[in-house]
């Protein structure tokens, strides 16, 4: 079928982990799922949530500003990227695909959402005691977030970039940089 033509009853929202965004699912045409599934026929989505790709970006004189958590992903982001995709389409219920913490806010909106007609989590928990994360010594450094207003995660990695894959480090397993606010959603055709 030509990309955009819809034969799926219900569109599919994804939704990118907590270091990306649109592009960790539409990277181009040959590596892409959202691409593969606009071919399957289904009316396919992508949300920025805030903090990240296209949504507008806080900083120093900026009127925006950082403070946002995962609770406003969950309970403002996500279902305003959903009732979008809804209004457009005219359809009660979607497939949503989220990787990381995406699916993570999956997980915990499908508890209560009927609008949710299935959910597919990739690489996502909702429980890291016993996966041998290193999520829990970022704890440590929790007093610094409540020192600065923002933490220039993505300055920090332009000054550490050249030296990634030279040298072996921890911060290489964690996706961390994203540095927007306002969550975008996007059709793809």
Known sequence: PPLGASRHRFPVLLCHGLGANRCSFDLGC????????ACLGFDVWC???????R???PGLFSP?????SFDDYLHI?????IAKVHKI??????????HSMGGMLCLCHCGTASEIRSATVIAASLDFRNTGSDFARLLKGKWLAHALP???VGLLALMVSPCTGRIKNRLEEFSLWGDNVDPVVTRRH
Request: hydrophobic fraction near 40%; charged fraction near 15%.
């Open 30 to 37: 040959d590596p892409s799922l959202a691409v593969y599934l």
């Open 150 to 152: 923002a933490i220039p």
């Open 77 to 81: 982001d996500l279902p305003t990227a």
């Open 47 to 53: 949300l920025e949530l805030r903090g990240h790709g």
């Open 55 to 57: 949504s507008d970006r």
């Open 89 to 98: 389409t005219s359809t009660l219920q979607l497939h949503v695909v989220g």
């Open 64 to 68: 925006r500003h950082f403070g946002w």
